[in-house]
């Protein structure tokens, strides 16, 4: 069976930097696009960022970018996401996905059939 596995979320103070990391399991991972949502309270679940591991195409929200920093590691199977100078709009749930879709659904929750079970960001001071 496919499973994602996250971790790395926490509290950080405003300016703070944070690192998730998902790892992969049960499929091949390098066939499949690899990004990353979040969801804050009472709103819908929000495109942040999305890598492939062949090609080395890599998309960011707008609200990311430059902040935020998304990678893979193949021997691993894992997925990061390095986010630096948080602030309190960047608190929420994020989620690991994984995919196979077409470009213009990259930023899509509707091209990622895999999830993880999402991590608590919080940034507060």
């Known amino acids: 069976q496919v499973q994602l596995v996250e971790s790395g979320g926490g509290l950080v103070p405003p300016g703070g930097s944070l690192r998730l990391s998902c790892v992969a399991s049960?499929?091949?991972?390098?066939?499949?696009?690899m990004g990353w949502f979040r969801q804050a309270p009472g709103k819908e679940r929000e495109f942040v960022a999305a890598?492939?591991?062949?090609?080395?195409?890599?998309w960011y929200a707008d609200s990311v970018k430059g902040r935020f920093s998304i990678s893979r590691n193949g021997a691993n199977s894992a997925t990061y996401l390095q986010m630096n100078s948080l602030n309190p709009e960047d608190t929420a749930v994020y989620y690991c996905?994984?995919?196979?879709?077409?470009?213009?659904?990259?930023?899509?929750?509707?091209?990622?059939?895999?999830w993880g079970q999402g991590t608590q960001v919080t940034v507060a001071s």
């Open positions: 996905a994984a995919g196979r879709p077409i470009v213009s659904s990259v930023r899509t929750i509707q091209g990622y059939p895999y």
């Open positions: 049960g499929y091949t991972f390098s066939d499949y696009e």
């Open positions: 890598t492939r591991w062949r090609g080395g195409g890599t």
